[in-house]
């Protein structure tokens, strides 16, 4: 299983994407293997490509019918690796390696008869290889079996009719001679080449007498038994050694077919591999299909792509015709990360487990950075993970929880802070000091505090952001330092990387004396609802209610700030979590003094 790329790893991790990679579940061997990559594209053309081929995935499978789409999967499934995939020579193929390519075209043409002209010319499904198929199919009825069959070679017929005359006046033979032992001794043999007998019993069988056709060899087996076979008269032998050579003979001609049909595969081995490769992107654009299907995914709109990139009702699988193309049309400029109704479906299932409610993430930010301010339990942390999780599904190729989703295509996204690998902004193990570290205590990894990591992370994020496009993501960073220095750092972190071209910079604090400075967005979780929480107080609830009730309580929305002082929402969940009335007063007033 491979890592995705450094300058995605910590994005990967942060952003809980693996969660939503599980469910893309390619068929063929090809597309597994391409899952397996885990890459992240940062080439617009390609990711248009890769849009455009699921949007006619999509149609194709609204087109069919349950058992049609059950037909296509189960084809795909059956699709085996091709034998010299591996770099194995295909002009040295064996039966087994004949037949998983005569199972590949199998496959592989009723695949082709279920899509249209449309389809097979955009995924370059194209067959011609008539000639090696019919050739193959010479080696059995069904489709997914193969043997030397007689009607690869004119002599085969005879050869084997003689091999099973042959086979049978053997058979005929030791017959009849097991009938003599049993016949003559009391011996039977059934399907048996020897028995087990005592001494005295086993000598007498060497005494010859008459009427006794049948003889017989004996060996020593232990101290008081012996082993005896039947002596295989010289006719036997004979019609023995004659199979032998009919044998040999089969074989030599067999061999010669194979070695024929593996000149042909090797020919063809080149187009063969082409059906490979197309095959497996196609399987890859069905299963973002069925993903986009079952979850409700929309296409992203990446500054980059063009024009091209939304396509005629391209927000999504629920949304076509001219509704759809007008939200396009009024979809914000590129430039602008915009999201509507974005999910970060493993929050969202994490939510759905506990019966607590889920809200999406409704977002508008055409400055380059961002700020966001928020108590704990806020939801600044989901907000940011929400982001990161769209962009790398928006990235990896697939299309994305979200009733819209407007960003640019980035060549590194960066995650650092509370919540993400301690290994820095590529991920954990992007250094050997990182990779030492991992699992540490905080103040053992590789000899630096937890604030020497946060600074050491965001030195690798500035690396990536002045070699290209970053999406820069910070959760509480500085967060292990001193409030002055740490507001120090954050505003000059944004100002940094706000004026990088192409770079944009998010990031969560709870510092908000922050120096505010222009081209940065100042934003604010709408936090606890301050009416409901005053109510649960008065109402004097049991404690466990009040728990249970607290994320309700909570507005996961984002909004604008003013910059005026709000309510301490931390000292307000601590009084709905038990805080004792006299500490929580003064909690109260020595915060709004501080403030």
């Known amino acids: 299983m491979a890592d995705p790329k450094p300058e995605f790893r910590s994005a990967w991790e942060f952003s809980r994407f693996e969660e939503l990679w599980e469910r893309f579940s390619p068929l063929t061997p090809q597309g597994k293997d391409e899952k397996e990559e885990r890459e992240v594209v940062s080439d617009a053309g390609r990711l248009r490509e890769i849009y455009d081929g699921t949007e006619a995935a999509i149609a194709l499978l609204r087109s069919m019918s349950g058992s049609e789409a059950d037909t296509l999967a189960y084809r795909l499934r059956r699709l085996p690796r091709l034998p010299f995939e591996d770099g194995s020579d295909p002009f040295a193929l064996d039966l087994v390696g004949l037949f998983l390519v005569k199972k590949f075209l199998s496959n592989y043409r009723a695949i082709l008869k279920v899509l249209d002209d449309g389809l097979r010319l955009r995924f370059g499904l194209a067959f011609e290889s008539t000639v090696l198929a019919a050739e193959l199919d010479r080696g059995g009825s069904d489709p997914e079996t ?4 007689d009607r690869f070679d004119p002599a085969l017929p005879e050869l084997r009719a003689a091999i099973a005359r042959t086979d ?3 058979a005929s033979s030791r017959a009849a001679t097991k009938a003599a032992a049993l016949r003559e001794r009391g011996l039977d043999f059934g ?9 005295e019993r086993a000598a007498l069988l060497l005494e010859p007498g008459p009427g006794k056709t049948c003889a017989f060899s004996v060996e020593a087996y232990d101290g008081a038994s012996c082993i005896v076979r039947i002596q295989q008269p010289e006719s036997e032998l004979l019609l023995e050694e004659e199979r032998a050579a009919l044998g040999a003979r089969e074989r030599e001609l067999e061999e010669a077919v194979i070695a024929r049909l593996s000149a042909l595969v090797a020919a063809e081995a080149g187009r063969l591999s082409g059906y490979a490769r197309a095959i497996g992107e196609f399987d890859l654009a069905r ?3 069925v993903l986009a299907v079952e979850l409700e995914l929309s296409r992203p709109l990446l500054s980059g792509t063009g024009s091209e990139a939304a396509g005629p009702g391209a927000a999504g699988p629920g949304t ?7 939200a396009q049309r009024s979809t914000p400029a590129a430039s602008t990360l915009a999201i509507e109704g974005g999910r970060h479906v493993g929050c969202e299932w994490d939510c759905a487990r506990r019966g607590v409610a889920y809200a999406p993430l409704d977002l508008e930010i055409p400055e380059a950075a961002a700020a966001i301010f928020g108590s704990n ?3 600044k942390t989901v ?3 929400t982001v990161a999780f769209l962009q790398i599904a928006a990235q990896a190729g697939l299309f994305v929880p979200a009733r819209s989703f407007n960003s640019c295509v980035y060549s590194a996204v960066a995650c650092l802070g509370e919540g993400t690998p301690r290994g820095g902004a590529r991920g954990a193990g992007a250094s050997g000091a990182a990779q030492g570290a991992r699992g540490a205590a905080p103040d053992d990894e590789g000899g630096l505090s937890g604030f020497g990591f946060e600074i050491r992370a965001f030195a690798e994020a500035w690396d ?3 070699r290209g496009p970053t999406l820069v993501i910070m959760d509480e960073f500085a967060r292990t330092t001193g409030s002055a220095e740490a507001e120090a750092i954050i505003a000059a972190a944004l100002a940094a990387l706000s004026s990088r071209p192409g770079t944009r910079c998010l990031i969560s604090t709870h510092f908000a004396g922050l120096e505010r400075s222009p081209g940065t967005a100042y934003l604010r979780m709408k936090g606890l609802d301050k009416d409901a929480a005053k109510a649960a107080l008065a109402a004097e609830e049991p404690l466990p209610e009040r728990i249970r009730r607290i994320n309700g309580m909570m507005r996961y929305e984002l909004e604008r700030d003013s910059g005026e002082r709000q309510g301490s929402d931390a000292l307000a969940v601590a009084r709905l979590l038990g805080l004792d009335p006299l500490i929580a007063r003064d909690a109260e007033r020595r915060w709004k003094e501080r403030t």
Do not use: D
Not at 191 to 199: E, I, T
Not at 320 to 326: K, V
């Open 146 to 149: 193969f043997a030397v069959s």
């Open 383 to 385: 907000a940011l993970r």
């Open 191 to 199: 399907s048996r080449g020897f028995l087990v007998l005592p001494h």
């Open 320 to 326: 076509a015709g001219p509704e759809g193309a007008a």
């Open 377 to 379: 339990m806020g939801g």
């Open 168 to 170: 049978a006046a053997i």
């Open 464 to 466: 990536l952001a002045r």
């Open 287 to 289: 299963a973002r299909a």
